[in-house]
């Protein structure tokens, strides 16, 4: 589902190119933008020349200052529907990625707040992460300089498929501000995960331990996801229960897990102008450092 930021970019490029068929049909906008252009004399296009479309993106990206070869691999690897998917506070160093050879952008996220309710499914509030995939050890390398850990943010350099790559980044939650406020701690939350999910997974999952956790998230969310196939099994009637939106995990069991705890309970910072000013810093910083790796590359 398209953000208004994103809406908003299929418009311009409907207006620019006389091309409708980028925007979504929810509402008949697509129809009544193409009967829009014929009211003005216009016959709508049902594609966008090559040549045009990299034009309206050098425009876009005129401050990276991109070699006329770079700007042809952005233009073939951002085409009009993924440019239009992009996060704005995100896109600057995606189109960083795309203009290096042998290294494509896939999925991003900004980790953005700006929905009237953000919702931890989608990670909006407090993480966002940027995967791609390439074959240049270099700029991995080059990355990983990125990754660590202060009190209020965390950046992780993910690689579970040869040559790809995901940067994740997450705001973290100061333990004195936890205090201050009265909240429980990720570690009590945690806990409180287990207890809640026992009714409904069984009391194998309190069996999980919290050193574990701490360790590697995602084998908790693995041994839920195991418990509810069985949970499945013995009562067939859950599986009339809809899946969380963007998750894997069952409605009822999905409220449970961690992430939607800390939303409840963390909601007040992940949405202060002081973690998202940690955000923003951080896109603008990975940004500056694949710029970075990529004028070391012009020069050589």
């Not at 080059?142 to 940067?167: C, I, M, W, Y």
Request: with cysteine; charged share 30%; net charge negative.
């Amino acid at each position: 589902m398209d953000h208004s930021e994103h809406l908003l970019k299929r418009v311009d490029v409907a207006n620019t190119f006389s091309y409708p068929d980028v925007l979504p049909e929810t509402a008949g906008l697509r129809d009544k933008v193409a009967s829009l252009l014929r009211s003005r004399g216009i016959e709508p296009d049902s594609t966008i020349q090559p040549l045009l479309y990299k034009e309206y993106l050098g425009e876009r990206v005129s401050a990276h200052g991109f070699t006329d070869e770079e700007l042809d691999r952005v233009a073939e690897k951002v085409p009009v529907d993924l440019l239009c998917s992009l996060d704005t506070d995100i896109e600057d160093a995606a189109f960083e990625l795309n203009a290096l050879v042998g290294t494509k952008t896939k999925f991003s996220c900004s980790g953005h707040a700006d929905l009237p309710n953000p919702d931890s499914g989608d990670s909006y509030a407090y993480s966002g992460y940027l995967a791609f995939s390439t074959n240049d050890n270099g700029l991995v390398a080059h990355l990983r300089k990125l990754v660590g850990k202060s009190d209020t943010f965390g950046v992780a350099l993910e690689n579970q498929k040869p040559g790809e790559f995901t940067v994740r980044f997450r705001k973290l939650v100061p333990d004195e501000w936890i205090r201050e406020n009265s909240r429980k701690s990720k570690d009590e939350l945690f806990e409180v995960s287990k207890q809640k999910l026992a009714p409904i997974l069984g009391p194998e999952i309190l069996t999980f331990p919290l050193e574990e956790y701490k360790q590697d998230e995602h084998n908790y969310i693995k041994g839920i996801k195991r418990l509810q196939s069985l949970y499945l099994q013995s009562n067939p009637e859950a599986a009339t229960l809809p899946y969380g939106w963007n998750s894997i995990l069952l409605t009822n069991i999905q409220k449970f897990i961690p992430n939607e705890l800390e939303w409840g309970e963390y909601k007040d910072y992940y949405l202060s102008p002081e973690a998202e000013n940690d955000r923003l810093t951080f896109l603008k910083t990975l940004t500056d450092s694949i710029a970075e790796y990529r004028r070391e590359h012009q020069a050589r």
